[in-house]
């Protein structure tokens, strides 16, 4: 370096004595001109280089930095943040760059930045008396735990009972509870279970909180018509009929215990918890009973994230039902600091369903009566088989129930509320419809067996890192 700065002294004299001896001749000035922006261009060139250089140096120190932030943000990194940014350094050949490393955290965020500084050695620019230049690089990086409101939509229908499968879902739901209710997410995560059959028991709590036209007390199902499976909430302007109580199928005796409305404590829906052992106990008693109306179980879930729900929410919370921290929910659609996510489950498929005509289900004697008697059976042996059709009715067919539950994915999707699927042992027919109310073919999960656990797994990691953000 010393030699080119010497040719360049030597240059610039060589040009200064020129300039003197010639400067009384005009023909030389055009020469003395190019010489001298001849010694410019190599001066601002060799600038060029040392800028060059410093850049190279800078984007190189600004990507350690940047990487070595982001990997002590995040909220599942177990070691020191402070650590993990100097072992980022010190691996690059960088550590003596480290100025200073800052760590902020609490509950549910994690802040890190880190200011560094390399000094390079300029080559031409110590010809102009800037020896050296400085190379600093600053980078932050913040990972936030988001509120996170889940519906967990479990099927229980009688399906269930076939190959283990209910066996099989036990374990995995509650591996799925326990990964997304950490002790360190206290009261950012609810989460609400849907069992479903042949229907969804909204339970005394729910249910008398909406306007309902009530019949009778003998279990806690709501009609929808099908308007409202074009919306996720509740329509505070409309009284909604109660599901008839009464059990379909005939086993050959009279046996109520499938009534067509679930009517046993586990279940019913459990709205906006954070009790671990609460809902894995739930999990646990959940038994196989009756048919499939996925469409229902869906029309639920989406119901516990809208925002329409938060009059039942607080009127809850105020009676020490929900945990005091969920009163304002579910949040807003709107809401930027809150992601709502649907994990709907199913071994089957939808499949028809029937109602007791009106005109038999009209008076409370009546009401009484399919109380304590099996329909089926009650017609099969007292009612002569030129009527026995006259007392039922389809309410939906196995296609309507397919299209009703199209039409809640939409609208749940409309309102960005992101929808898992998994399809366990199911047809192509009904993996086709778990699939299309996805929110993508990859939040769609078709398992059998033990790989269901797999499956609830997945979806659980996923959700720990979307409700992370950067």
Known sequence: MEHKRRDIHALCERLVSAERRFADDEDGMVTIFACFMIAIMVLVGGIGVDMMRHEMERTQL?????????????????????????????????????????????????????????????????????PTLNVPAFAEAEEKVNKVEISLVLDISGSMGRNSRIQNLRPAAKEFVNTVLKDESEDLISLSIVPYSAHVNAGPEIFNRMNVDVDHSYSHCIEFDDAHFDTTGIDWNNTYDQMQHFARWNPGYNDMDETVCPRFSYERITALSQNRTALNNQIDNLKPRA????????????????????????????????????????????????????????????????????????????????????????????????????????????????????????????????????????????????????????????????????????????????????
């Open 62 to 130: 600004q990507a350690t930095a940047d990487r070595a932030v982001l990997a002590a943000a995040d909220l599942d990194q177990t070691l020191d943040p402070e650590t993990v940014v100097r072992d980022y350094f010190d691996k690059s050949g960088m550590g003596d760059y480290v100025s200073s490393v800052n760590v902020d955290e609490g509950l549910n965020f994690r802040t890190v930045s880190v200011d560094a500084t390399n000094t390079v050695s300029t080559q031409f620019m110590d010809l102009l008396g800037v």
């Open 291 to 470: 048919n499939t109306s996925i469409f229902l179980g869906m029309k639920w879930a989406a119901t516990l994230l809208d925002p329409s729900f938060n009059q039942i929410a607080a009127d809850m919370a105020d009676n020490n039902l929900i945990d005091d921290v969920f009163s304002d929910r579910p949040a807003a659609f709107t809401d930027p600091e809150t992601f709502k996510t649907v994990i709907l489950m199913t071994d089957g498929q939808n499949v028809a369903t029937q109602r007791i005509q009106n005109w038999y289900y009209n008076s409370n004697s009546e009401i009484y009566h399919w109380s304590r008697y099996n329909a089926g059976w009650y017609v099969d042996n007292y009612v002569s088989w030129r009527y026995r059709d006259n007392f039922f009715y389809e309410k939906y067919s196995a296609s309507k129930g397919d299209t009703l539950l199209y039409a809640v994915c939409d609208a749940a999707k409309a309102q960005n509320i992101v929808i898992w699927s998994i399809g366990f042992e199911v047809t192509d027919h009904g993996a086709d419809v778990m699939r299309n109310c996805a929110s993508s073919p990859s939040h769609f999960f078709r398992v059998e067996g033990i790989e269901i656990t797999e499956a609830f797994k997945a979806i659980a990691r996923q959700i720990n890192q979307l409700r992370l953000t950067l």
